[in-house]
């Protein structure tokens, strides 16, 4: 395992190819016009009335042209159509460039760590036998049968919430591991953490429910509660950090 460090933030956007950039560009406009229309007939007030509890889904309803808003989304779609580029020569996008390119010719698996910025290359095979020990340790082996059952299951409780037309069947997403470079023993017996990314949209509302219900009992019992490491910081608090990820709070 060879750790590296790209010595900036993630974060940063490379420049795309231009028929990426055209791709993303016309699907993002699309979704503007999606908004507006909706906005729009709300205004002239041709939706109906609706006190529905959504949980934050978005209809998937694509809603009927608005013609006061026609002429807008013609010529904002010629502009795109017409759109130019010109070559541009900056030192921090060639570096990142480069970066990427060599990443892709490495031959290895790039695994980034758990709580840092730092970046470990490993092998295929070294990096499935993590993969597969962390996802036996916690999970077990099951069948076609038992993810229809979980998708009937949330079928009928997003009916029940008249949310059947916007939420998706559980999507299967490959898992995968990161690095717990900040624990005792690393790098002699590295530990790591596994993500599940796979998961129904059922999470999202139960989510919704229990912060509603938190922020009550938090309005009627005045008991402080801090869900991060800077919101303790803005009240006032100092934090010691310990080993694991808790952290203890004192007062200054």
Sequence with gaps: MERFNLNYSKKNIPIPSRDEYKLLLTAKTESLFKRMRWKALQFQGKLPPSDKVTYGFRSKRCPPIVKELRKFEEDLMNIIKNIEFREVNNDFQNKMRDDIRQ???????????????????????????HLTNGITKDYKKSNQVKVDTIDKEAYNIANKLCLDD????????????????????????????????????????SKVILDKINKELLSKTKV?????????????????????????????
């Excluded at 892709?104 to 036998?129: F, H, I, R, W």
Aim: hydrophobic content about 30%.
């Design 224 to 252: 402080n509660q801090w869900k991060s490491t800077k919101g303790t910081k803005s009240n006032g608090l100092k934090t010691f950090p310990t080993k694991g990820d808790v952290h203890l709070c004192n007062l200054i």
């Design 103 to 129: 990443i892709k010719q490495c031959g290895k698996v790039v695994v980034p760590a758990d709580k840092s910025t730092n970046l470990y290359k490993m092998d295929k095979s070294v990096y499935e036998k």
């Design 166 to 205: 916007r939420m998706q069947r559980l999507q299967t997403s490959e898992a995968y591991i990161t690095v717990k470079d900040n624990k005792d023993g690393f790098p002699a017996n590295p530990s790591f953490r596994l993500i599940n990314p796979s998961k129904t949209d059922i999470g999202k509302v």
